[in-house]
């Protein structure tokens, strides 16, 4: 039965598609809250006296979440 299961869910949900989709998930979900941390801790440094490390923290997490867009939209429109 359980091969019959399997049997149904590929043929709507290609494993190597799954596999993808779930590296994608994986991959933003640790990455896009770092970046978004690395830019609030540049913030913070800014802040405290270190005008010149927090910038290129901030402009790190910026340009990391630019990256992440880019790539993004560069996988959705050539598919």
């Given at each position: 039965?359980?091969?019959?299961?399997?049997l149904a869910?590929?043929?709507?949900?290609?494993?190597?598609?799954?596999?993808?989709?779930?590296?994608?998930?994986?991959?933003v979900s640790?990455?896009?809250?770092?970046?978004?941390?690395?830019?609030?801790?540049?913030?913070?440094?800014?802040?405290?006296?270190?005008?010149?490390?927090?910038?290129?923290?901030?402009?790190?997490?910026?340009?990391?979440?630019a990256a992440?867009?880019?790539?993004?939209?560069?996988?959705?429109?050539?598919?």
């Amino acid at each position: 039965m359980t091969t019959l299961a399997t049997l149904a869910i590929s043929t709507y949900l290609p494993a190597g598609d799954l596999a993808k989709i779930v590296a994608a998930v994986l991959i933003v979900s640790v990455i896009a809250p770092t970046a978004v941390s690395i830019a609030v801790v540049g913030l913070d440094r800014r802040a405290s006296g270190s005008p010149q490390a927090g910038a290129g923290l901030v402009a790190f997490g910026v340009g990391v979440l630019a990256a992440l867009v880019a790539v993004g939209l560069y996988a959705l429109v050539n598919r």
